[in-house]
Each structure stands twice: as structure tokens, then as C-alpha cells.
């Protein structure tokens, strides 16, 4: 992989090859890593590829994956970088798919940024084949952003916590297999401890304030990896973000 990343680092996505970034991508990454194994010989619709480097790795596990997303720069980058995978540009409120065609509907950290949540599930529920699967990371409301009626980032439209994600889900007429919780494992939770309390924070109070990396956080961020994160179904309501799989009905 290519020591700087090709694809322009705006805050909407996260992109691997930036020591900065390292952190983001590697939560992002630990989430991919623990749902491949669900995408073993299938055929894969990753809907909001991004830069696409979480296609790429279903792409080691599954028969064919598609990688969708509407912004023509990240979809132009995806295919030029990761050969493995095939590309399209195309709107998620209308999956340019067709009905019972795919076994596995990826959507990591996408569905927040959606205005119609409702509406993108049910296209999910139309593309999959009977009993197929749905995989869905996106950040906890509770802990992401705790006490406020809209979303500190400017890119998302709704956040949702597990029982309104569970809700959407079901009311698509998806059983939820598992919610699951990612929070940070034991060398994170030192990392936090040594940055006031937070490395999360940390990292904010420097991309607000405009300033200078302090070596100390550049290098602790820059040596995070994916295997620093947790991925488990205890206390979900307290974690970073929500990882679910969700099945399609097997009757229509």
C-alpha cells in the first residue's frame, strides 16, 4: 500500500496512509476485519465503498465484490487502486442492482451520512437474496454525540443508537442476527489515560484548534492498529460504534 494516500482527505471518509488518520482508519478497519468472515464465497455489494480499501479486503474472502458510491472521485480511486474488486458509481437511495442479486449488502459507517435511512434499507432488503445478509457499523448517538439533538459532524445527517438502529432494521423486515458494541481494548484505554482521559479528544481539540501535532499524540495515534479495538455484545449502549448483521426474510 502506497506510504500516501491518492484520494483527498475531506472529513466526509477516512483514508488509510496518513499517520494522522491512522486511528480513524484503524477503528474503521477493526470493524471490516470482524465481518469478512460473514462474506466467505459470496457475491458482496459494498453499498458507500469510500476509498475502498474495506471492499479490497472482503474482496480476500468473497466471490465477487462490488463496490458502490456516489462520489465520482472516490469511485474513480477505488477502481484504480484496488483491482480486485469492481466498481460503480451510483445513489444509494437506488441501488443500480437487481432484486434477490447479491448474498451479502455491506454498509460501514455510510448509513448515518443518508437522509433517507428508511428508504436505503428497504433497496437493501429488494437487492439481497432470500435470507441474505446485511453487515451495518455506523457510530454510536449516545457516545458519538452525547446530549445533542443534531450531529457534531457535519457530514452526518442522523446518528442512531442500537435500538433505533435495531428499529430500522426490523421495520425493513430484517432480523437482526447481532448488535454488537466496538470500544477500545486495554493498550487504547492506556492511550487515553496518558491524553487526559481521551485520545478521541485529543485528536479533536487538535484538528479544532488548528495547530501542531504534539509528537507524543502524532506517534501514539500513528501506532494504533486495527487488533487495539474490541468487538463484542457487552454493554452496547457504551460503546464507539454499533456493528450489526441483519438477515433478509426468506419468504417475500
Given amino acids: 500500500m502506497p506510504s500516501e494516500p491518492t484520494l483527498t482527505l475531506t472529513g466526509e471518509r477516512t483514508v488509510p496512509g496518513i499517520p494522522e488518520e491512522n486511528y480513524w482508519f484503524r477503528r474503521h478497519e477493526a470493524a471490516y476485519l470482524r465481518l469478512a468472515g460473514l462474506c466467505g464465497d459470496a457475491v458482496v455489494l459494498e453499498a458507500g465503498c469510500g476509498e475502498g480499501y474495506g471492499a479490497a479486503l472482503f474482496a480476500r474472502h468473497a466471490r465477487l465484490v462490488v463496490g458502490l458510491d456516489y462520489d465520482e472521485s472516490a469511485a474513480a480511486h477505488a477502481a484504480a487502486r484496488y483491482p480486485d474488486i469492481k466498481v460503480a458509481r451510483g445513489n444509494l437511495a437506488c441501488l443500480p442492482v437487481a432484486d434477490a442479486a447479491v448474498d451479502v449488502v455491506a454498509n460501514l459507517q455510510v448509513i448515518e451520512h443518508l437522509w433517507d435511512q428508511a428508504g436505503f434499507l428497504a433497496e ?13 457499523t ?15 459532524n457535519p457530514f452526518h445527517t442522523r446518528e442512531l443508537s442500537a435500538a433505533e ?22 493498550g487504547l484505554r492506556a492511550l487515553d489515560a496518558e491524553h487526559g482521559g481521551s485520545l478521541i479528544d485529543a485528536q479533536v481539540a487538535v484538528a479544532l484548534g488548528g495547530g501542531e501535532w504534539p509528537e507524543g499524540l502524532r506517534a501514539a495515534v500513528a501506532g494504533v492498529r486495527a487488533d487495539d479495538f474490541e468487538i463484542d455484545d457487552d454493554r452496547v449502549d457504551e460503546s464507539l460504534d454499533l456493528v450489526a448483521v441483519a438477515e433478509a426474510p426468506v419468504l417475500r
Fill in 124 to 136: 437493501c432488503a429488494r437487492v439481497l437474496r432470500p435470507g441474505g445478509r446485511l453487515l451495518v
Fill in 138 to 152: 455506523t457510530p454510536n448517538r449516545i457516545t458519538f454525540s452525547p446530549g445533542r439533538d443534531t450531529p457534531l
Fill in 165 to 186: 438502529l435495531a428499529g430500522l432494521l426490523t421495520d425493513a423486515g430484517f432480523t437482526v442476527r447481532a448488535m454488537l458494541g466496538l470500544r477500545h481494548g486495554p
